[in-house]
């Protein structure tokens, strides 16, 4: 009779509904109806979980999300939308600085003969190499002159795109643009973030697991093997370039440093190429911490910490990267 009455005495067991378990919740504890000889519930101890995420049903039958499908969802969702962010960076870069009339300068469908021609005096004193040459007696060519805040200018970007071969080379994501990175690279040599924006946006496309790693191509693997020298080169040509168009020509009236910086603000409201310039300068400050951030496994371990705060600072941060890449691990 005793025992009748402290069984009855004994609550029901609760029905504990399914819970949601991750990784994160630890040493839970469980209610296991488990028969005893008094024939009543008994509590067992805590049972540690190892580093699983459960996915579990409540009693309405409604599925929970997990953790890591969480984070699986919200890294897709800010892909996405970096990926439509560059996109439509791209078509505004091509409308406003190639086919609108809207901004400074001629439009590449009614571009002008002297804006032809300056372009084609700037390539020709690509890196400084014909007027270094003539000012130093050597002259098979003689070196357009040209005021030297628009050569400084455009070869400080054209420096800085150097650079960004031997990153591009050794991005980890580089297989999931199909494309030939020789051909990305050259035509960004000239045209530069006209194809360096959809670059930024197919590598953000999800990984192919079947798809076989492409090895490098004969550029690729000079770029990568030599970039302590494309990195002194870059460099070297960036700062010459600052200097060049604050000092360069002296020889020649193109006035003092408050004369060529009143001529440079002039240049940018009047010239396309000038214009479109500061674009590229723009965008390569924005990608290049990107880029080296997402392959700092790639420098040398006793360097990675200065590189990853040094990234930020343009020019300064590439050289860094190409300096410190760790050799070994693009052999």
């Known amino acids: 009779m005793m025992a009748t009455v402290a069984a009855a005495a004994v609550p029901p067991p609760a029905i504990v509904p399914r819970c949601h378990l991750s990784s994160q919740v630890r040493g839970a504890v469980q209610f296991l109806k488990i028969s005893s000889p008094e024939g009543g519930p008994r509590l067992l101890p805590?049972?540690?979980?190892?580093?699983?995420?459960?996915i579990c049903?409540?009693?309405?039958?409604?599925?929970?999300?997990?953790?890591?499908?969480e984070q699986g969802d919200s890294e897709l969702v800010r892909r996405r939308v970096l990926q439509v962010a560059l996109w439509g960076a791209e078509a505004v870069y091509i409308l406003w600085l190639f086919l609108l009339p809207y901004a400074p300068g001629d439009?590449?469908?009614?571009?002008?003969?002297?804006?032809?021609?300056?372009?084609?005096?700037?390539?020709?004193?690509?890196?400084?190499?014909?007027?270094?040459?003539?000012?130093?007696?050597?002259?098979?060519i003689d070196a357009p002159v040209l005021h030297p805040m628009a050569e400084g200018l455009f070869n400080f970007v054209?420096?800085?795109?150097?650079?960004?071969?031997?990153?591009?080379?050794?991005?980890a994501k580089k297989d999931r643009y199909r494309g030939s990175l020789d051909a990305l690279w050259g035509l960004q040599m000239f045209l530069?973030?006209?194809?360096?924006?959809p670059y930024m946006a197919i590598r953000l496309n999800e990984a192919d697991d079947e798809a076989t790693p492409c090895e490098l191509s004969q550029l690729g693997s000079v770029m990568t093997n030599g970039a302590p020298i494309v990195g002194l080169i870059g460099g070297g040509i960036c700062l010459l370039s600052a200097w060049w168009a604050l000092f360069g020509r002296m020889d020649v009236n193109f006035g003092n440093i408050e004369d060529r910086l009143d001529y440079v603000v002039n240049y940018l409201g009047s010239e396309r190429l000038a214009y479109a310039f500061i674009w590229d300068i723009i965008l390569y400050t924005i990608f290049q911490p990107w880029l080296i951030g997402s392959n700092l496994t790639n420098v040398q371990n006793s360097k990675?910490?200065?590189?990853?705060?040094?990234?930020?600072?343009?020019?300064v941060g590439l050289t860094a990267y190409l300096l410190f890449l760790d050799s070994k691990d693009e052999a």
């Open 46 to 54: 805590p049972v540690r979980r190892a580093h699983s995420t459960y």
């Open 57 to 69: 049903r409540s009693s309405r039958g409604k599925k929970s999300v997990s953790t890591y499908d």
């Open 107 to 140: 439009p590449v469908w009614a571009i002008s003969k002297e804006t032809i021609d300056s372009l084609l005096g700037l390539s020709l004193n690509f890196f400084f190499i014909l007027p270094l040459m003539n000012s130093v007696g050597i002259r098979l």
């Open 158 to 171: 054209i420096g800085w795109t150097f650079m960004f071969a031997p990153l591009l080379f050794t991005d």
């Open 192 to 197: 530069t973030n006209t194809f360096l924006i």
């Open 304 to 315: 990675r910490g200065i590189v990853k705060y040094l990234r930020f600072v343009p020019v």
